[in-house]
Each structure stands twice: as structure tokens, then as C-alpha cells.
């Protein structure tokens, strides 16, 4: 199955695909992710990426592009893939029509007010990727999962924030009326308990979560 999860930023894209992934055996490309990876690692992308993630733009379409088609043509995308964070705009839509044929692309939607709270709230493990929440956390700085140091993203900052939500609406949101047209649009309410949303995206699919 190939599939887009779509919404705004801290929607739980990534925490649903985390789920979905591993019970479809179907790779989780997040582009948010790979972006993250290549500045940490210094490469050319993560050089090129950075002052536009810093800011909450988005980075340049030409990057990203070549980035997911390369990472689609590799082995464990044969038999489907769930992308997190891409496309972004029409210009990216259009483009991964043009490489790959779609199943289905679900959005997460979530209001704005609830969207703060969560990213604000966020933090991530650097050694086995886990997403939480504080409120769900005993320890604020510990990851439950593996015991590391937990880290909050340099763009879950009140004024990163902003930004991404406002690219969010201006490029991101016409993206649920073009996969609409073309009849692959599954909507699915964000704004429920971690697992209720799965069980939504399952019942989406059509699929066993
Ligand atoms: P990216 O990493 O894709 O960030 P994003 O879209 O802003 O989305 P997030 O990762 O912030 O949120 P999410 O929806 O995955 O939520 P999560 O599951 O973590 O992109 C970052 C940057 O990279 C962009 O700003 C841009 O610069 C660049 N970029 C990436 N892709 C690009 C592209 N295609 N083109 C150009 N530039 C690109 O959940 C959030 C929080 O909520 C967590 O704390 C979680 O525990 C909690 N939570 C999740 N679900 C629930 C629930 N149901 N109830 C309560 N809390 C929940």
C-alpha cells in the first residue's frame, strides 16, 4: 500500500505512522526526519536544509523532490510506503504523481488552539526516535522506552511554531481538495486519544491496526 498521512504539524502524523508502518511492514519516510538525520550529519542536504527548518519554512522543493524520489526507488519501498511530511504543496503532489502511484492519502486534522499545546509539550529520544508527550511522561527528561536523554526540537518554539502552522494553511491545507479530486482523500479526526485515531486510520483503510 502506498500511502501520505497529511495535516498540520504536530497533528500525530508521525506518531500514527510509527503504528500503521509497522502493521502494514511498510517503511515510515518522514522527510522531517531525514532532513533532521542529514543535519546532524552535516551532509550537503542538511547544510542546505537547516536556516529553512530554523525558520519553519519549508525547504526548497528542488531538494526535497530528488531527496523522496531516491529514497522511493530503493528495495524496501516494492511493496508500499507511508510518507510522513511529504508532499507539502501542489508542486510536490504533482511531482510524486508523476513517480509513484498513490493508495490512499489520509489526513490527521486537528485544530490549531490544540496543536500549540502539543508541539510546546513535545519531546524526542535520539537513540530510539520515540515522540512523547510531558503530560504522559513520570519523567519529563528520560525516555521510558530506552532510558536516554529526552531533547525538545529546535522548531517546537512558540515562534517556529507559528510559522509552520501559517505555511501549514497557505501551502499545505488545498493538498486534502486535490487528493479529494482524484478520490484518495480519507479524513480522519486527530483530536482523539492516541488509540482511537488508529483505530480510525484502520477503519480508513480498510485495514487490520
Ligand atoms: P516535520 O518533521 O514533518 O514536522 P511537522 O509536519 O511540523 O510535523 P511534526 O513532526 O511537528 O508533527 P506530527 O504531526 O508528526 O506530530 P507528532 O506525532 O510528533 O517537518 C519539520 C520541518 O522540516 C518543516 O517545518 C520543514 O522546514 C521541513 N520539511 C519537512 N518535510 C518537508 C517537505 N516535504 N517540504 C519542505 N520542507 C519540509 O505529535 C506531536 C505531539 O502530540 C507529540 O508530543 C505526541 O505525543 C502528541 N500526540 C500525538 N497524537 C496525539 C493524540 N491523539 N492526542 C494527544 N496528543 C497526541
Sequence with gaps: MNLVFLGPPGAGKGTQAAVVSQALRIPHISTGDMFRKAMREGTPTGLKARAFIEQGKLVPDSVTIEMV???????????GYL??????NLLQAEALAEFSQLDAAVNIAVADEKLIARLSGRRFCPKCSGTFHITKLADEKICPNCGAELVQRADDNPATIANRLSVYHAETSPLTAFYAQKGLLKEVDGDLPMEVVTAEIGKALAVEL
Design 69 to 79: 524520489r531516491e529514497r522511493l526507488s530503493e528495495d524496501d519501498c516494492k511493496n
Design 83 to 88: 510518507l510522513d511530511g511529504f508532499p507539502r
